[in-house]
């Protein structure tokens, strides 16, 4: 099989997390850079990656990588591309994102016309054609462009990989599934210990450590936009890709994740979610404040998204429930709590400093995923389980 080139963006400070799904999956890591990961494959590395990584944002295969100062430069340098490798006579294709960041060419308006103009002028050489119908399947292509350095690739996932499926209700202020993917992996979590979310809103954590226990590939209830592509990419090699991904399960294990929320409605949604995932019976989830949070049980996780207070009327609110979980961190002092929140003030609230904190961008907000380091349990805790 020939190789490609392929990008993977992710949410800005997960770039490692990312890495290594990537190379786990035994592909090459070419670059990493703020917000994505490339790296090579054959054609089966579509299918693979769309189905496998839970930290990807979408996986675009790489047509070309060039300097580009002026808009002639990237007409020509963009016509010279191989477009009829993956674009076919009645192929849809439109340029449906452009970003310029630290670059001469900066009109993302203009970026997508000249590049359109330049691939139509390619295909229409190499197809004998004047007029492209585009009544086939779509090939969106997306071009970044950093200090000049200009990056384009096809769409190969169509929906952003963040949307598994499964989650059909959601919370006031959802957490992606990506990034909730990414911040368990982050973790020492495993499927032995038990995990909380106190707010738990519409449930992504606890389903997505239900996933990655279980071994649930993150791209089994969803289509991609690329299982279209006949002209390029076999149907088998789709099929391998799920053959490969229902051998991986893990049935008949039982894990102990629960998740809380306040708002019984709430509830009600993150356990529809969580059967739509197929993951209903691993978790338990129940209205209660976290203020009434307790557990009998030792060397557990609390991994959690608490309200940012973004709105005005909720800020006041904020200090009496960052020292309620600080009073958790009493209670449960054998735990290890990771909280991701753009509160400043967090540490002050819950009477601890972090052992390590990483900056995060939630969407356009940045936020701090704190680490409090629970004690190591004891060999004989793992043989107890």
């Not at 006949?230 to 088998?236: T, V």
């Not at 961008?361 to 004989?380: C, H, S």
């Amino acid at each position: 099989m020939s190789q490609y080139e392929y990008i993977a963006p992710c949410h800005f400070g997960l770039e490692s997390v990312l890495k290594k799904e990537i190379s786990d999956l035994g592909y090459e890591i070419t670059r990493v850079e703020d917000g994505k990961v490339c790296f090579t494959g054959d054609e089966g590395a579509i299918c693979r990656a769309n189905l496998f990584l839970r930290t990807a944002e979408r996986v675009l295969l790489q047509i070309g990588r060039f300097q580009a100062q002026t808009f002639d430069e990237l007409f020509e340098k963009t016509k010279k591309l191989e477009w009829e490798q993956f674009i076919p006579k009645d192929g849809k294709f439109w340029v449906t994102k452009a970003a310029s960041i630290r670059s001469k060419l900066f009109s993302p308006s203009d970026i997508q016309s000249i590049m359109k103009k330049a691939i139509v002028e390619r295909l229409k050489t190499q197809y004998h054609i004047t007029w492209f119908e585009e009544t086939g399947n779509s090939y969106p292509i997306r071009v970044s462009i950093l200090k000049d350095e200009v990056t384009i690739g096809i769409d190969t996932s169509g929906e952003s990989l963040h949307k598994r499926g499964y989650r059909k209700l959601t919370s006031k202020a959802p957490i992606k599934e990506t990034l909730a993917a990414a911040l368990i992996l982050l973790t020492p979590w495993n499927r032995d210990r038990i995990l909380v979310d106190p707010f738990c809103g519409s449930g992504t954590f606890p389903i997505e450590a239900a996933l990655i226990g279980a071994h649930i590939a993150p791209g089994m209830n969803r289509e991609f936009l690329a299982e279209q592509w006949k002209n390029f990419l076999p149907k088998k090699l789709w099929y391998a890709a799920v053959e490969e991904a229902n051998d991986q399960i893990i049935h008949n294990i039982k894990m102990n994740l629960q998740g809380f929320d306040i708002d019984g409605e709430v509830i009600q949604a993150a356990r529809q979610n969580a059967q739509l995932a197929g993951v209903a019976d691993q978790i338990h989830f129940q209205q209660r404040p976290v203020s009434e949070l307790y557990s009998n049980k030792k060397y557990g996780f609390i991994l959690t998204n608490p309200p940012y207070g973004e709105r005005i009327s909720e800020k006041d609110e904020l200090p009496k429930l960052y020292r309620e979980i600080g009073e958790i961190f009493q209670r449960l002092d054998t735990w290890s709590f990771f909280i991701i929140t753009s509160f400043e003030e967090v540490q002050h609230y819950l009477g601890r400093k972090s052992d390590r904190n990483r900056k995060i961008y939630n969407g356009m907000i940045k936020t701090y995923f704190y680490q409090f380091l629970g004690p190591r349990p004891p060999k004989k805790f793992y043989s107890e389980q």
